[in-house]
């Protein structure tokens, strides 16, 4: 009998790996990878404090990206509560629903929905 028949000699001898299976490992490749957390430069900061403040007096909606280590989450809604001493925000999104949100996971903020 020929070797490659034997045990898993047909799979370890086939060396051949077709698109799809490369480009499903290199996305699950980069899934596993830890992301890091983007440095805001202060000009970013600075935008970022003025649409929450906007928020906050105005009532406007604001979209928070926050960041985690598999993939980015988006927060939709209005300011409703911002606590200085513990560096959080509570924002009321469209359903009513109130979320507390640590200043320091918030990589972006963007005006409108």
Known sequence: MSK????????????MMLPEHREAYVSHQQRLAPRVRPLLDPQAAEEMSRLLAESLMLGTTVTLVLF????????SGGVVK???????????????LLHDVRMRHIIEVRSGR
């Open 82 to 96: 911002f606590n200085q001493t513990e560096r959080t925000i509570r924002i009321q999104d469209e359903e009513g």
């Open 4 to 15: 490659k028949l034997e045990r898993n000699g047909l799979f370890e001898s086939s060396r």
């Open 68 to 75: 985690d280590e598999v993939e980015d989450i988006l927060i």
